[in-house]
């Protein structure tokens, strides 16, 4: 069977977690927008006919069934390809962090759309100022610090094997690294152990070799992590 | 086996949705700040030696099991409790739906706090109010028209059969309604559908019974949704 995926086809955003999920369980999938552009997806998501259709993207298609919500679709990848513990705790303790990471991700997109998505950043940059100035301070080592914590002496977040919270994880260090290099620079160091997990990650055969393709999307000031210098400082 | 709820016992908060599956379900719970004062859960929170603590409340104790994050823990309750359905469609569906409703309820919490978590409301009125105007104008007819139209004609969002998002929807009605009772008053005509949910989640047994005692904590200015008059017009 043949996935499809239904994301923004000029930004990572949010479909680079299911991306990178797809990518590494090597599972068949067409990027849809990408190959087609966005006409079938905003067609999927306004059809009156559909029965469950998504608030937005990302939404996977597969076979018949259709799966809305970033981490829902983690959830279904996970269990279907490997990349999620099957045991009870360990199941519901990734998608916790699944979920924290998707606080950290609403959050970067906070920074620079305080006031909200209905106008530019342009229209709202003294709110951001203030908005990433909290972020880099409080918000982002309050969240490094936990899951710094939480991977402890684990290789990845459930022990031994790779989750999707762990390719979750090194797609927000990645973004993070793009939108506040200056403030990442100095917190790196402070741990020591996601890095590793991000290194880690980086170096799994599928996923660098997917990330040296075509196929990733670099970060840019259209998606979630946006690099605007003057937020960075 | 007596669950225990680990929550901020001053508001209905995030801690709401799983109180309300708790009592739908009829399960043996403790809110624990609520008796004890937040200090036990405070420990939970840093203890160095808890192999997988929360972020932040609420967080669920089952046995020797911890789960965090709302919507994580209500896809456990409903697996246990029949408060989920069991197929993958609607397991996937049901969960997508709640994350849905987990957006709505971020970005209430936003209206108020558009530039950070970090300073008082009083500190950011006037970021407020722009964010509030767009919130009330386009994002909550938004997804409530989303949830209308793909409530359809079941009575439930899973079809005959109550689920937990059927308990956050409604939750989620009663603080719109709180925070924006001018706006809601516009609005709820428009969606006699999700009215019509609302008053049978209303009227169950049980939820009748825990809305008329004092474990429903009501809502105030210290929760998600938060009523300033100013916000509402």
Redesign the interface.
């Known amino acids: 069977m043949t996935y499809e995926l239904y994301y923004w086809p000029m930004i990572p955003g949010r479909g680079e977690f299911v991306r990178l999920a797809l990518e590494e369980a090597g599972a068949d999938y067409i990027d849809v927008a990408r190959r087609d552009g966005i006409a079938p997806m905003m067609k999927l998501l306004g059809d009156?006919k559909s029965?469950?259709?998504?608030?937005a993207p990302p939404f996977l298609k597969a076979g018949r069934?259709m799966?809305?919500?970033t981490?829902?679709i983690l959830?279904?990848l996970g269990e279907r390809h490997g990349l999620a513990p099957k045991d009870?705790?360990g199941r519901?303790?990734i998608?916790?962090l699944q979920?924290?990471l998707a606080?950290v991700v609403?959050e970067a997109h906070?920074m620079h759309h305080?006031?909200?998505?209905?106008?530019y950043y342009e229209d709202q940059k003294p709110?951001s100022k203030?908005?990433a100035a909290?972020?880099r301070r409080?918000?982002i080592p309050k969240?490094l610090n936990?899951f710094e914590?939480?991977l402890?002496k684990n290789r990845y977040f459930a022990g031994q094997k790779l989750t999707y919270a762990d390719l979750s994880m090194f797609q927000v260090i990645e973004g993070l690294r793009y939108a506040l290099p200056h403030r990442m620079k100095q917190l790196e160091k402070k741990y020591p152990k996601l890095m590793a997990l991000s290194q880690r990650v980086k170096q799994r055969p599928r996923i660098a070799a997917y990330l040296a393709s075509s196929r990733r999307i670099s970060f840019n000031e259209d998606g979630i992590f946006r690099h605007y210098p003057e937020l960075d400082s």
């Open positions: 009156e029965a469950r259709p998504s608030f069934l799966i809305g919500q981490a829902n959830l279904f009870t705790p519901f303790w998608h916790q979920l924290t606080d609403a906070d305080p006031i909200g998505v209905g106008s709110e203030r908005r909290e972020f409080e918000r969240f936990y914590r939480v402890g």
